[in-house]
């Protein structure tokens, strides 16, 4: 196990990454406001009837982050016809002003700081000249929109549905060298704490709650931001909970240990599923069960390329399962796309029609759950190329530890 650990050192923290490209957003989602484009380019960017906007307030923080480059917890964007207005608080000064000339963007979006009724009064002023304006219909509530639609008026507004992160979905170099960055300390942090897992066969007492911990660490230590998600360890009969939180489980000889977890840096995330089994081999049931799942999820990266709909990955994961005559057991989709979070378009499961294309990237994850024997899944983050695909999570599939 030591050599699959020093495989994956502690990336250079100095190392150069391409640098990201902010300039142009603006008129890109002023383009699909026009052509009335929504997620991925395969609907209507309105969530129902009514005027085409050509202004859009954008509340979303992953989105402002993506189009202007500031990343505060208070901000709001309004993209009119001819301008672009940030508002935010008096904390984000410095910071606001900071990030919009680092991204690129400060001769394209005017900075207005003040309170709340200031914000909004600025972005009022924002939108004049606009014939209507859309908000984001699935971040904002029902009372913010009832408030914003009085502030507005009368001007209309519309409810729209991912106009920027249909945007979103095609990564640039940029974003495709921070996500290689965050899956490769992932990579190197789970491969510094698998001796934890090791240990357990001479006697070492290692909770879920511990590896959880110190895998988390290991992250941190390695130059991630935070943790993408909440770590998940599952061991015994609870790695047969897809969702399991790491709890005081003691990890045994012969156990199955899911272990989902991923690292986040300059705000792109990875995502990576391992199965292992302590002390050995597994035997049984649940060594058919780790060859199934390995199978799926093989035939599923194989299968991803452009030109290929997201839900047809699905079909070839969940047809090497459902041959196995686990289908029912194989509960959730087989992936989704990554990038600014840790969920994002395209969803990768039965009837997505949406069509992969170069720079997209999106995880194939497999799983079979047995309740009262174990589970397994295995998981790797994929960026689409023009030939077919590439690994971005790069740990390796050895099962015994």
């Not at 292992?276 to 799942?293: H, I, K, M, W, Y």
Request: aromatic share 4%; charged share 20%; net charge negative.
């Amino acid at each position: 196990m030591s050599d699959v650990a020093s495989a994956h050192g502690v990336p250079d923290r100095a190392a150069p990454l391409a640098p990201l490209s902010v300039a142009g957003r603006l008129d890109r989602v002023r383009a699909a406001l026009a052509a009335d484009v929504g997620p991925a380019g395969d609907g209507a960017a309105r969530a129902g009837d009514g005027p085409r906007p050509d202004a859009l307030l954008v509340t979303t923080g992953a989105n402002l982050r993506w189009l202007t480059g500031f990343t505060g917890s208070a901000g709001l964007l309004l993209i009119g016809p001819d301008r672009a207005l940030l508002a935010t608080d008096g904390r984000y000064r410095t910071q606001a002003g900071q990030q919009l000339a680092a991204a690129g963007v400060a001769d394209e979006v005017e900075l207005s700081i003040g309170g709340l009724g200031a914000q909004r009064e600025a972005l009022v002023g924002a939108a004049a000249g606009a014939t209507a304006v859309g908000l984001e219909a699935t971040d904002i509530t029902w009372s913010a929109a009832t408030s914003w639609g009085a502030l507005l008026a009368p001007l209309p507004v519309v409810a729209t549905h991912g106009v920027v992160e249909g945007l979103r979905v095609v990564k640039e170099e940029g974003e495709l060298a921070r996500m290689e960055r965050a899956a490769a300390i992932a990579d190197a942090a789970l491969g510094s704490v698998l001796p934890m897992l090791a240990g357990v066969r001479e006697g070492a007492v290692v909770t879920e709650a511990d590896f959880a911990a110190a895998l988390d660490h290991a992250m941190r230590l390695a130059g991630a931001e935070d943790r993408a998600f909440e770590t998940i360890v599952a061991s015994g009969e609870n790695s047969a909970k897809p969702h399991a939180r790491p709890g005081g489980r003691v990890i045994a000889v012969g156990d199955p240990v899911v272990v989902d977890f991923g690292a986040i840096f300059d705000g792109y995330r990875s995502d990576m599923t391992r199965t292992f089994c302590v002390g050995g081999a597994p035997t049984g049931q649940l060594a058919t069960v780790f060859d199934v799942v390995a199978a799926s999820q093989a035939a599923g990266v194989a299968s991803v390329a452009p030109g290929v709909a997201a839900g047809d990955v699905d079909r070839v994961c969940r047809d090497r399962i459902a041959e196995a005559g686990w289908a029912e057991r194989f509960e959730h989709g087989t992936g989704h796309g990554v990038g600014l979070d840790i969920h994002e378009g395209p969803a990768v499961g039965a009837g997505s029609t949406a069509i992969l294309q170069p720079g997209t990237v999106v995880t194939v994850e497999p799983g079979v759950y047995l309740p009262g024997v174990g589970g397994v899944r295995i998981e790797d983050t994929l960026v689409v190329t023009p030939t077919g695909s590439r690994p971005l999570t790069r740990f390796p599939k050895e099962v015994a530890v």
